[in-house]
């Protein structure tokens, strides 16, 4: 937890942890300070913030072009303020494409017997831009939980537009608090959104576990679904939530998973997506989904799917129509590149790990003439490559 970040002032205005009366408690309220602010599903018209709590807490945003700041978000349009006891997330709207803004949050504890106050640094985030003739992103995947693993790819990822955590980010949920620490304050609480927002795609142990159901409750999505369409300058990305690895009736998931209806209205989504002309005429479109949609070795049943047939089965005509170049997952702890053919025009590029030798940092730069796609190891080791030409 990086209390540096953050001006923690109790009722009385003293800086907690400071004082002499707080002098026994600094490990309560190192355990209650929030956490650093995450920028999450950033739009060209907006963002979300979203912060750990650990209490119940109400929050706002401070924002604006400068660091002066000068507009507040203060409620969460259904007549309340935001609030939580894991995390408050406060949605911003009517912001300008790819522009810069400085923001930082504001927590007051709702607690009656510590009224306290923390405001944060100030930090920026940048909202998408569709018109821009560049863009650069960076996709981790299959990190479960893997402390070293994060640790890693953040110090390798540089700043972009946007970093795509493509799922398996956890290993079943089955803890209180842990969807909450796994996503806003990963690895102990680094600072993964400082230089890119974050885009969350779930993956099939993201959706497992008695309290699965609370990553909705903390990781923003741009429609407010587990599946969007960004345009970052040249390049539309289609995320889409392949679910479960398993049928939904499958004796391991005890009668939880709903995953078929959901591929089922992805499917009839993805028909009217790709006809939107932002999304439609864009120069390089690729798709991001946890489970690969192609698979080495399609014949082998290992009771468990290496590949989702049951999405791809879905969603392929579509994508074929669309025209679809690329599609980036994890799933298999393996890296692969399966080239396209006559009848998958799209490529499929793999990797990802929660281990040191498994892991894999994928980065992408577009402008005019081509989208470059680059994998390392941990070690910054380039380990594939390929270079996407322009359709349009
Ligand atoms: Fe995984
Ligand atoms: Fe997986």
Redesign the pocket.
Known sequence: MERRSFLHISAAGSILGASASHAQEPQDEEAKAPGIPVAMAPRPDGIEIIWRTHQLARGMVEFGPTPELGSTKRDDGWGLRPAGSESIRVRLDGLQPGTTYHYRTVTESMDKKDASRSVSAIRTFRTLDPAASATRFAVWN?T?KHADTIKKLAELTPPSDFLLWNG?ICNDWYREGEVADTILTPAGGIDHSANHPLLLVR?N?DVRGTLAHQVEDHAPMPDGKPWFAIRSGPVTAICLDTGEDKPDDHPYLFGRAACEPMRQAQAEWLEQTITRPEFANAPYRIVFCHIPLRWTDETTDHGYDWYSKRSRDLWHDSLVKWGAQLVIS??T?RDAHIRSNDRFPYQQLVGG??KHAQARLITAQADKSKLAIRMTDLDGKQVRALDLPALV
Request: charged share 20%; proline share 10%; glycine share 30%.
């Open positions: 299959d479960h398996d993956g142990h994890g799933h702890h790990g929660p």
